[in-house]
């Protein structure tokens, strides 16, 4: 399972997504409990390739996630479903409130932290490794980065 994950962790560096992201479903399908945290990157990825009924998949079926990536994958879902507006907010106020460090690092210029070997919820190491898959998932969606600024600007 492992190298299954690491595999899909390499495709999608070679920039062969498509693959990655069955590879993710693949493993999900045979390890439904997802002890390896798997379903963080096959919904990220199921957004930045477009794949909105396999992101929402996903989200119902793990609902009663409490990462990060579950908080803020679903309010770029939200995003790119509303653009900006209450429902969006919403959905990323309440990921604020999982973590509030991913957002000073995503609209950081600087390089990212290393990661760290262990995180726990809501700490600036779960922001970094969030970040570092998510940030170009982001900025790749049009106009979602901005709207992580106009809404940390107005706290």
Not at 99 to 111: D, I
């Amino acid at each position: 399972m492992r190298c299954m994950k690491n595999y899909a962790e390499c495709l999608y560096l070679l920039n062969q997504k498509e693959l990655a992201l069955q590879t993710y479903f693949y493993l999900l399908e045979l390890n439904p409990n997802d002890n390896q945290g798997v379903r963080d990157y096959a919904g990220l990825y199921s957004l930045g390739l477009g794949q909105i009924e396999r992101y929402e998949a996903l989200h119902k079926a793990y609902n009663d996630d409490v990462a990060a990536f579950h908080y803020f994958n679903y309010a770029l879902f939200r995003f790119i479903q509303l653009g900006d507006r209450q429902e969006s907010r919403t959905a990323l106020a309440e990921a604020r409130e999982a973590n509030n460090f991913v957002l000073q690092l995503m609209l950081s210029k600087k390089e990212l932290p290393e990661l760290a070997g262990i995180y726990g919820f809501g700490d600036k190491n779960e922001a970094v490794f969030y970040c570092t898959f998510a940030k170009e998932v982001w900025k790749a969606k049009q106009g979602a980065i901005a709207w992580l600024e106009a809404v940390y600007n107005k706290r």
